[in-house]
Nanobody, 119 residues
């Protein structure tokens, strides 16, 4: 069982920056993937980025265009999403999730943290 808690969401102005945090409790494995997703009102949840827990390899949605950076600290059991040059369309509830090694399913999810970008 893995428990995830997001934090760091806030209201910022266009062009601002935020760092989201994901606190991970429970057993994780080096082959697990940790990811960030977001959901804006009225829209489907969408993928943002993922990182391999052990090796640190990363992947981003194409629309990120270098504005976001995903990272993790295995010693602290933390994952982060540094967001820069924020736009109003980045306004959403941001979730972290875990996909166990060998699985296609994102099995564990946090409750989300709200990011609001004002124009």
């Amino acid at each position: 069982q893995v428990t995830l808690v997001e934090s760091g969401g806030d209201m910022v102005q266009t062009g601002g920056s935020l760092r989201l945090n994901c606190t991970i409790s429970g057993r994780t494995f080096s082959g697990d993937a940790m990811g960030w997703f977001r959901q804006a009102p009225g829209l489907d949840r969408e993928y943002v980025a993922r990182i391999n827990w052990g090796g640190g390899a990363t992947d981003y949605a194409s629309w990120v265009n270098g504005r976001f950076t995903i990272s993790r600290d295995t010693a602290k059991n933390m994952m982060y999403l540094q967001m820069r040059r924020l736009k109003p369309e980045d306004t959403a509830l941001y979730y972290c999730a875990v996909r166990n090694v060998g699985s296609f399913q994102w099995k564990y999810w946090g409750q989300g943290t709200q990011v609001t970008v004002s124009s």
